[in-house]
């Protein structure tokens, strides 16, 4: 499998000297004018920093800008005071498509992603995401937090562009405090609250890429559940009157409400450290600070009297905040009504830094920045897909198709409450003809249709993790959890079980091989085979480790995905490895008694 090329990118240099010159006069005027001053686009100079924050099951109206009375988020919502705010922007209902869209520029469909676990988050190797085309300019790049994008190398944020990654590859955690997480691929231990822990990590990265142009990634965990959160926050919502509801008020949970809100306002918080510590180093008028969300709310809360929640196709389920701060470049409390769509930030940004971005591939998005500058500027009307599990809608400026092909006139009804599609039957006509060639265009995977294997081995790359997520189960295994991320793999009972991965090893080698197990007492002595090929290696477990099921003493509502357990590492011995396809099978020669062991994941590490 071939290695992807470094991304090569451009300075636009005669774009600079252009609007250098038309700034002249703004520049030599303000001598006397104490207040600050926008400009009307980028200035000379280093390129500048950016920081881009996402929030993970956040909805529109978990922020007090949208007009939310349950919570308090000042430092979010001073983003759009002292910048730009998009009124109609749009991602898609869940995660990893948004993630992929925002990274690319592209149609998720196009960029191979089809699901949100087992594979179908995995965003191709090929394409070319905004972090390369920085990297290839110069920038120092991180990303800190939840990638959902894919685990293993070519998919691994570090071969995507980041020179450094800490966080979780999978779709969400089971713990957020002090987690079992990775730095580079390789496994480490969380340090106190998670997000908390993150934002600690960008902040050591601003203070050490000062010097030089940087982008910071914080892709944050939160309020995805569980839904676990300091007690400083919770103390603040559990006894909490809550003033604003959902629509859908028979189906709200408050005390879940009470968590997400807690949850956001310690996001809140952690904005608040970044725009501190840009302020602290003089960096905030070098720095772009981007902050949005990557689908609807995880909960039925007010959300603005939109219908629909995380995983709908509906207003609701797709709209998101879109912040955009730049200091004395984008005039504060700019407000753009103009739709706009997660697909825009790749090239909104690489223009704003006066890069060309060179892909492999063509880009979807729309370069939004002379939105930015011009508030009056003539946009053409254009549609925003949203595509999810079988459904589709349609999100021009003034209407809205639904999956079912009802007509919402958006300026009026943004509650979706009145179907003018007998109105309008001409218009329908066109939307249902645009939706039919934008899915033939994009053409969607499928786990049925995707022939990628999981990757093994990649030569330019220590380690390589094969989670529990990604196997299949075969005889007595059971999953921990019908949702397979962060899920471990129990009931081990027969020489009939087996576990396996299908794996492409990317090149030949030598790898040494741990099982991240738990195992009582009284199942001490079993001895588990791995084999690839005519490649096998097997060990007896010699030492018990059974800790207790955790995480719901950290959780403030009940959890729907797996609770997680401390598994330990155990080394299975050393396994050579040649280039190709094939089944890797975990299996038992001998059960002592009872169970062999719970399975969380393989963990290879090269060693030539």
Known sequence: MPTKAITQVLFNTSRTRAVFLMLLPIIFSCKEDKQPQASSGPREGKNPNIVLILADDQGWGDLSSSGNAN????????????????????????????????LTGRHFPRTGVYSTSSGGERMDYNETTLAEILKGSGYRTAAYGKWHNGMQAPYHPNSQGFDDFYGFASGHWGNYFSPMLEHNGEIVKGNGFLADDLTDHGLDFIEKSKSEPFFLYLPLNTPHSPMQVPEAYWNRFKNKELRKFSDDGNKEDPDFTRAALAMVENIDYNVGRIIERLRKLHLEDQTIVVYLSDNGPNSFRWNGGMRGKKGSTDEGGVRSPLYIQWTNVIRPGTKIETTASAIDLLPTLTHMAELQPRTNKPIDGKDLSPLLFDTDKA???????????????????????DNGNRLYDMQKDRSQKNDISSQFPKLVDSLVKAKKEWLDAVDP???DTDDRFFTLGHPDYTFTQLPARDAMGHGNIKRSNKYPNDSFLTNWKSVQDSITWHVEVLADGRFEVDLFYTCPEESVGSIVELSLGSSKIAQKISEAHDPPLSGQENDRVPRMESYVKDFKPMGLGTMTLRKGRGTLTLKTTKVADGEVADVRMLYFKRID
């Open 445 to 447: 995977l499928t786990r």
């Open 379 to 401: 946009w053409p009307d254009r549609i925003i897909y949203n595509h999810w599990n079988g459904k589709t809608s349609l999100r021009t400026q003034n209407y809205r198709l």
């Open 71 to 102: 919570l308090s988020t000042p430092n979010i919502d001073a983003l759009a005071l002292n910048g730009a705010s998009f009124e109609n922007f749009y991602v898609q209902p869940v995660c990893s498509p948004t993630r992929a869209e925002l």
